[in-house]
């Protein structure tokens, strides 16, 4: 598995990917991946055999970094692909002197609690009706 940077040739996939993670009322659309791909984004992209696998997209504002999605497909997953993306990530943020990065996740997305948890990142705070109603979200911080 290689870690390689994001292009806009790549949304197609990342849709699909993304599609495949998440009910489809959180989905990200292409448009969005576009936007964020074109702002000051730190990503990466797990690739195997040609293929994307798994991927992880933050924008950083500043000396603060928000995680907007890692997704890793699922016959993938159980094999460290996000803990090679978060890995990265946290060292490519350093260097470019972020402080803090944030990320909001579902409150019954056990797999995401856990994998954020062994790197470090508190839940910090519930946030009520975050995706929809009823939906709530845990915000879970890291200082760098
Ligand atoms: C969450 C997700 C990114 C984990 O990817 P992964 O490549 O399978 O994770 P890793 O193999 O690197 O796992 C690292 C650790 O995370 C935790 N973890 C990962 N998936 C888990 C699960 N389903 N249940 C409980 N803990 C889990 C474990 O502690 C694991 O270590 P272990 O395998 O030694 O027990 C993946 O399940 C996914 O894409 N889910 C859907 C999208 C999503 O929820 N993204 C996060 C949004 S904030």
Request: a neutral charge; hydrophobic letters at 40%.
């Amino acid at each position: 598995m290689r870690l390689e940077p994001i292009f806009h040739d790549d949304i197609d996939e990342l849709v699909r990917i993304d599609q495949e993670c998440f009910d489809k009322s959180l989905t990200y659309d292409s448009s969005f991946f576009d936007k964020l791909l074109s702002g000051n984004q730190v990503s990466r992209k797990a690739v195997e055999n040609d293929e994307i696998i798994g991927f992880v997209i933050s924008v950083l504002r500043k000396k603060v970094a928000v995680i907007y999605t890692l997704d890793v497909r699922i016959q993938d997953r159980r094999r460290g692909v996000a803990n090679k993306l978060i890995e990265w990530l946290e060292g490519g943020l350093r260097e470019r002197a972020c402080q803090e990065i944030i990320l909001q996740t579902h409150v019954n997305n056990t797999g995401a609690i856990n994998l954020f948890s062994k790197h470090g990142y508190g839940a910090t705070k519930r946030i009520r009706d975050y995706y929809s109603k009823g939906m709530d979200a845990f915000e879970m911080r890291k200082t760098l």
